[in-house]
């Protein structure tokens, strides 16, 4: 093994050990060092048991690791940098601190959670050792949203829609409100799989039902809407599918419009169709057919409690002679 001096100027020492690295060791200049943490995620990421995972967990994944990660400050450097095995608790306790600062309870919760998957799976492979350092952090739960729409503010999301001449998002509104699927799933809509009656969520990839003429609301609002492209949610301008920024960018501009509050965002209306449904009387079989939940557990996650529910309860109690 040759040893080479690499100078006192750090920047230049930096560049020359990756054209060695490249050179002798076959890492590509823009490849992160065998063994550091930015390592571990890329090698993850392109694993067979990330690529089993639904579409959108993956890409979930990649930005919580090549973005909201890797680029953690910890002392001197960034926590892509460091080596893997050298990562302790007490490193992922002040990362989540970090997280939390700067992007929210909700993303600093999701991260953690990331890197815990991470590091189990990096042990089982040798990669670290077992002792997990996001294990066993008692982080909180997100505070849960208990928001839910009126038909009143659906009405006027869609009327401020027509008004902009954007009648595709007040149609996607109408759609998450009815059939409480999720926004992916409302954009990742086809006329195909409406004329069938049957979809794949994206997230889980359950199958789920579509009559549309058990609401003949938006059975109207369908029937009035020219299938210019494979997917029911079109831009109008350029008549193509919709990405997701976009969508919760123009969304969030007729929902201003309709004075809609900001409190109030367009995942509401998927629990507030669930609630309804729930506070309608149906069983947990009837509810996944909209929501897609196999057990009672996910279903409360997104069925706000609801005063109709407490009195439904009491009927129920009263019937069986406990009541007055």
Not at 93 to 106: K, S, V
Not at 207 to 230: C, F, H, K, Q
Not at 251 to 267: G, Y
Request: charged letters at 25%.
């Amino acid at each position: 093994m040759k040893t080479v001096a690499l100078g006192a100027d750090q920047a230049n020492a930096w560049g020359y050990a990756r054209k060695l690295n490249k050179e002798n060791l076959s890492i590509g200049i823009d490849q992160a060092p065998v063994g550091t943490v930015r390592w571990m995620i890329d090698s993850f990421l392109d694993s067979e048991r990330c690529k089993g995972l639904a579409e959108v967990t993956q890409r979930d994944y990649r930005w919580l690791g090549r973005q909201v990660l890797s680029d953690i400050p910890v002392g001197p450097n960034i926590l892509g940098s460091l080596p893997a095995s050298a990562i302790k608790p007490r490193h992922a306790d002040f990362i989540y601190t970090i997280i939390r600062d700067e992007r929210g309870d909700a993303t600093a919760h999701y991260a953690c959670r990331f890197a815990r998957r991470l590091w189990h799976w990096a042990a089982r492979r040798e990669i670290v050792s077992p002792v997990n350092p996001w294990a066993g952090m008692e982080l909180k739960s997100p505070k849960a949203r208990t928001a839910l729409w009126t038909r009143e503010q659906v009405v006027a999301v869609v009327s401020a829609a027509e008004e902009l001449g954007r009648p595709s998002l007040g149609l996607a509104t109408l759609l998450a409100y009815w059939l409480g699927h999720r926004q992916g799933d409302v954009l990742n809509l086809t006329w195909t799989a409406l004329d069938s009656g049957v979809i794949e969520t994206r997230k889980t990839g359950r199958v789920l039902p579509i009559d549309v003429s058990a609401y003949p609301r938006l059975e109207a609002a369908l029937a009035g809407t020219n299938r210019t492209s494979t997917h029911v949610i079109t831009h109008e301008r350029t008549l193509k599918p919709y990405n997701k920024y976009t969508f919760g960018h123009q969304w969030r501009e007729v929902a201003n419009r309709a004075l809609i509050p900001k409190s109030l965002q367009f995942r509401d209306l998927r629990a507030t169709a669930i609630t309804e449904l729930a506070d309608g009387g149906a069983d947990i079989i009837e509810l996944s057919t909209h929501s897609g939940h196999d057990t009672v557990a996910m279903a409360r996650r997104y069925a706000r409690r609801t005063p109709e529910q407490f009195r439904r309860a009491a009927d129920k109690r009263s019937k069986d002679g406990n009541g007055e």
